[in-house]
């Protein structure tokens, strides 16, 4: 959530009235009750599996956070992807990468469902479709810094994966989670993201900036929630709405590819879109449950 310039707004049509300068603060309050909102979205995905387990038929709808990353980059033969307006009572705003989130992090979610319904490692089966050679080597890569192929079997330990590509950038993302099914609780232990954005100018300010999507995205996946009830804000203030802290950053490991036959593009937002359904896999994985919405919550016991 941001202000923008609503407030700057009413400061000048004060201003006007009185026909003088005028100082307008927002208390956090107003802030969060009048400031816009990361727009929701409703995403419809189905698909269609062939005898051998490849994927032939795709149909993706999101309705109403927007377009962005919304186009599949698995090689799928017959796909058809839309994206539909609706009007929302909450004022709706950008948010770091856009609706490439939500759309990234249900077609992951749902690659991960359609693995499992064909038998397949959630690894293998991304890579069985995947033609883009960029978007397959990060995957492959961050799978071997993760160590994928080895990963230990643990009680309530899961891991999880996924990929994406947004603004001519590449991103895989793998997660290893810890579930306390008695509490009804879960966290993050690791992260391990491979991110490539074309040739890199400066490694120090670009590995700064996909540390700060990390852990924006963490935020989305668990502690971070607008709650309403009868057409009010719930938990209009920082102590009521939780951001990530310290104490609850799990290991972040970072692994540039520097491409210098590439042109750079952007680098400070695509690597968020792959955190969220990859936290999401791990929970399916050690747990059976699939996540389909966020922030991620498990039943309670």
């Not at 962005?68 to 929302?88: E, F, G, M, V």
């Not at 050679?133 to 080895?150: D, H, I, K, Q």
């Not at 001519?168 to 490539?196: I, M, P």
């Not at 955190?275 to 050690?286: G, H, Q, Y």
């Amino acid at each position: 959530m941001k202000s923008g310039d609503f407030v700057g707004l009413e400061a000048a049509r004060l201003a006007k009235a009185a026909g003088r300068p005028v100082r307008l603060q927002w208390t956090r309050e107003e802030e969060f009750t009048w400031a816009y909102y990361r727009p929701a979205a409703l995403i419809d995905v189905r698909a269609g599996l062939n005898a051998q387990g490849a994927v032939v038929a795709w149909d993706f709808t999101n309705i109403n956070s927007g377009a962005a990353a919304i186009n599949t980059p698995y090689a799928i033969p017959h796909a058809r992807t839309q994206h539909l307006r609706s009007d929302s009572p909450l004022r709706g705003g950008s948010y770091r990468a856009l609706a490439a989130n939500a759309n990234n992090f249900a077609r992951e979610c749902f690659m991960d469902e359609l693995g499992e319904a064909a038998g397949a490692d959630p690894l293998a089966f991304r890579l069985a479709h995947l033609q883009d050679a960029r978007l397959r080597t990060v995957l492959e890569t961050a799978a071997e810094r993760f160590g994928w192929a080895n990963r230990p079997a643990g009680d309530g330990i899961g891991y999880g994966l996924a990929c994406g590509t947004e603004k001519a950038s590449y991103v895989a993302t793998c997660a290893e989670v810890a579930v306390d099914r008695e509490q009804g609780t879960f966290r993050v232990q690791r992260l391990c993201e491979v991110f490539e954005c074309g040739m890199v100018l400066n490694p120090d300010n670009l590995r700064s900036q996909v540390y700060g999507c990390l852990i924006m995205a963490l935020g989305a996946v668990q502690p971070e929630e607008m709650l309403f009830e009868d057409g009010r804000i719930l938990n209009p203030r920082f102590s009521q709405y939780h951001v990530p802290r310290f104490s609850g950053v799990p290991e972040l490991e970072v692994h540039l590819l520097n491409r210098t036959d590439i042109d750079p593009a952007g680098g400070g937002e695509t690597p968020m879109v792959a955190v969220a359904p990859a936290v999401a896999n791990a929970v399916f994985d050690a747990t059976g449950l699939r996540i389909r919405e966020l922030p991620i919550k498990l039943p309670t016991p």
